[in-house]
């Protein structure tokens, strides 16, 4: 998927990192945090699914679910029935929520149990959520997240139909308030526990796909679109 760069103040090159927050500085390994906007964008643009979070009749929900970025925006889709896109729509000036998104790259395995790990790249959103309304953002922001989960497949589809926009709500939430974080590395073993027998290292983890298996009643003639080869 293309987005949109984020220029700089002279209106060149990348923009400057996003500024830390009390809630967007981490309490424990600050080392591993990053508010690099580059980085940022790169672990959004490799995910699709987002856990996004917030707090209904005083009790805190974390909700499963897809995301398209375009530019400083992110995008999240739903019923115009689901609870958090009607909160973020009756409510003034919108729903706080927290986004999160976490690629899990390796199991971390030391020789004691408490320096056990995972090599991460996570990033954590905080800022207020608002309705999209305008029919053209509508539409730009629902083929972003279609495009979020396979890149290209927008233009490969029939958009939706007012019926189906009628039953469609949209979340915008701004990169504001915005940091990364990632462990990388192998395990941080005692040097006391180095004579220990046992196994240490650690186990990568990668994604992949299987081959596209057709519907039942598609058309033979129709074979795999590149975009979707290229997975």
């Not at 949109?4 to 990348?14: K, Y």
């Not at 398209?68 to 739903?78: F, N, S, T, W």
């Not at 890149?151 to 940091?179: C, F, M």
Request: some cysteine; charged content about 20%; overall charge negative.
């Amino acid at each position: 998927m293309q987005h949109t760069a984020t220029p700089d103040s002279t209106g060149q090159g990348v923009a400057a990192p996003y500024l830390p927050t009390e809630r967007t500085v981490p309490t424990r390994s600050k080392d591993r945090a990053s508010y690099d906007r580059e980085l940022v964008h790169s672990i959004l643009d490799e995910a699709y699914l987002c856990h996004l979070g917030f707090v209904r009749d005083g009790a805190p929900v974390v909700l499963p679910t897809l995301f398209g970025r375009i530019g400083e925006r992110l995008y999240v889709h739903g019923s115009t029935g689901s609870r958090p896109l009607r909160a973020a729509k009756s409510s003034d000036p919108g729903l706080p929520v927290c986004l999160t998104v976490t690629h899990v790259d390796a199991l971390v395995l030391a020789r004691s149990a408490f320096h056990h790990s995972m090599n991460y790249r996570s990033v954590v959103v905080h800022g207020t959520a608002v309705t999209v309304t305008d029919p053209e953002e509508l539409r730009l922001a629902l083929d972003a997240i279609v495009d979020q989960v396979v890149p290209g497949r927008s233009q490969d589809s029939r958009p939706a139909n007012g019926k189906e926009l009628a039953a469609t709500a949209v979340i915008r939430l701004d990169l504001s308030e915005v940091s990364a974080k990632v462990r990388t590395g192998g395990p941080n073993d005692e040097p006391e526990d180095g004579a220990l027998p046992h196994w240490t290292g650690i186990v990568p983890l990668t994604r992949g796909y299987a081959p596209p298996v057709p519907a039942d009643d598609l058309d033979p003639a129709i074979g795999v679109p590149d975009y979707l080869s290229a997975l």
